[in-house]
């Protein structure tokens, strides 16, 4: 897009360049760029594009790499296994990647935007390039844009919009393995969409939002719906790394050579690439999504006209205006400490995070039965494992009184594999033990051992029974008649 080209339009700040006056959309059309940046961050998109398809194929401990799997309400990470009961986790997971955003964003501006967010690397490092191979380079489409709809248009639009659809499908596709694994998508895909038809949907639903997104919304999803876009001026200051244009350096603007002209020479080749359509020289806007695309256009152009690279450049808008520049400020402590904690608190909840648990309560009803020869006292324990194999738990008392005693699971219990059972134990005292030992209601440790594995979880109760006086009173009440009898 170049200001006074056919079909261009000159960027200004009262304006959204890829909105017409009228409200309707302004199909940008970015020049190609090449150099340093445009190289790593096209490495850096292939390497995160092949671990968004390749991690459902990946397994760990029996289970794809990442897997939300909805049938059985379970999440498996890496070898881990979080059950619903574990969301409790994600809290931190969501805070701790927040403020790592936050603290990158206060460090480095909107990198995030224009190297990693998977919707730029799909428009920039997919979508256009399909478009740059089907309808060649910006001057060629903006050409068949405005040309009539002849058979040569008609053809190039249907190719290119069915593999829009079509690459939009395998995206969907893969998104959806992310939910029900590689093998049972596989299977949805050889029966009628019927009898899948929730998956079915999802999967059309999905096709639908890229393709929509992809081929017609585009940039202005970063310019009117992202959110971080938005909050970007908050997070960052004056000594923020972004992408800026000296100023000082650059004006005034014109010919090179021309008296007293500054080195940037107008060709308009930073405004041309951009993505989102802005001119970097009206200053840091919120339509920048850090693509550096025009510090290469900038650095090429500079090398032309052999005047030093970095007219366009990554710095600070100190840097840029020639002052000191601060890297450690009062937010990025605050930002760092919040993001040291978080990370903390879900490191040491992980290490609690077991693929076997066990979990004791107290039967309802009574709190203890009193027999004619025991006290017992009854628990449910709930008995769950996450892993592909059937464990066997063993169950006993860590360091409980020799007169206490457990029954209900002599022999061990074995779950089925990815299952969860529920048995009773009971603790009990002997009367005349309970008599001469019991002091008032104490903690026991239940204790379970899982083979294959071997953890070790122990859950503490309480013991609780009647003051063992009442069995004194009993026995003492039970004896009278006799003595009355014998005294008749
Ligand atoms: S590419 Fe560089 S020289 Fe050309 S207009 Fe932009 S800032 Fe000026
Ligand atoms: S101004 Fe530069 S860095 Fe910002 S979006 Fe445009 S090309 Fe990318």
Redesign the pocket.
Known sequence: MSAGAPGAKKPNLTSVTTINEDGSHFTLHPADVGGRFTLARRVVALVILAVYVLLPWITINGHPAVFLDVAERRFHLFGLTFLARDLWLGFFLISGLGFSLFFITSLFGRLWCGWTCPYTLFLEHVYRRIERWIDGDATARRKLDRAPWDSAKITKRVIKHGIYLLVSAIVAHIFLSYFVSIPRLYSYMKESPLEHFGAFAVVAFITLALYFAFSWFREQFCIILCPYGRIQSALTDDDTTVIG?DEDR?EP?GKKGSEGAG?????????QVCPTGI???NGLQMECIGCAA?VD??DA??EK?DRPKG??RYDSLNGLRGQRRRILRPRIFVYSLMLALGASVLGFALTKVHDVDMVATRMRGMPYFVDTDAVRNQFQLRLLTKRNVPTTFTVDLKDAPSWLRASGCEGGVTVDAQGEQQVTLVLFASKEEYIEEYTGSMEVTIRTKSEPGGTVIERKVEFLGPDPRMFQDLETESKKPDENTSQK
Request: net charge positive.
């Open positions: 244009y650059g603007r080195d940037c020479i107008n060709c308009n080749r930073c405004v001119d970097i020289r025009c256009a900038c152009i500079m006209v007219l366009v």
